[in-house]
């Protein structure tokens, strides 16, 4: 079975700091990770996405996130916080193979002050 | 490309209503998955389609829940006699067949008010 953890279910940093979401995830397979972005009553927009290859990934809107097999984590940075990244994050793994559900962390809600 | 759609966004009905939801998934993508997100939680995962057919479906998807996808292109979610716990956003994800294929797109979703 497949699960994620994420730890702190709020954030709260200044306009311009550093953003750490983390996110740690238990997979009895070689895992696809992923991080999705919702915004107030809306859908789910990929971020990002660590499927093979480089274990540091970029996304949309300066995002980054680095796949650390030995510490099975995944944490989701962006150097400078913008008001726009105001919203509710949510980390998730696949399997690699076959049928694909995610299987999602319980988000973390980011919170951006002037 | 107009991504995934999901109507209607919001429905309020009476407990032991019926209700369907509808979606429709971008053109081209054969997979279809359903997923139910209550509040403070993230989305758990509902059902799979493969073109027409359901090939998973999860142990949280009771028998009052049903779940079509006719010819392959949009679907919908039945959920007969409503109970309050039925109280959830409801989110439709896509994705194409294509062996290398990850990434789900997902809809606005569909927020269900039971009273």
């Known amino acids: 079975a497949q699960s994620v953890t994420q730890l702190g279910s709020h954030v709260s940093v200044s306009e311009g700091a550093l953003v750490l979401l983390r996110c740690n995830y238990s997979s009895s397979v070689p895992p696809y990770l992923f991080w999705y972005v919702q915004y107030p009553n809306q859908g789910l927009q990929l971020l990002l996405k660590y499927t093979t290859g480089a274990t540091l990934v970029k996304g949309i809107n300066g995002f980054e996130a680095e796949f650390k097999k030995s510490e099975t984590s995944f944490h989701l940075t962006k150097p400078s916080a913008h008001m726009s990244d105001a919203a509710e994050y949510f980390c998730a793994v696949t399997k690699n193979t076959g049928f694909q559900k995610l299987v999602f962390g319980t988000g973390t809600r980011l919170l951006v002050s002037p | 490309d107009t991504g995934v759609s999901q109507n209607p966004r919001h429905k309020i009905t009476k407990r032991g209503q019926n209700v369907t939801f509808r979606c429709d998934p971008i053109s081209e993508h054969n997979r279809l998955y359903w997923y139910r997100q209550t509040l403070g939680q993230g989305p758990e995962f509902l059902t799979y389609?493969?073109?027409?057919?359901?090939?998973?479906k999860s142990r949280l998807l009771s028998d009052r829940f049903s779940a079509e996808r006719p010819k392959g292109s949009f679907s919908t979610l039945e959920i007969q006699r409503t109970e309050q716990g039925d109280s959830a956003m409801y989110l439709c994800?896509?994705?194409?067949?294509?062996?290398?294929?990850?990434?789900?797109?997902f809809g606005p979703g569909t927020r269900l008010t039971v009273t």
């Open positions: 994800a896509s994705s194409s067949g294509s062996p290398r294929s990850y990434e789900q797109y």
């Open positions: 389609f493969q073109n027409e057919a359901q090939l998973e």
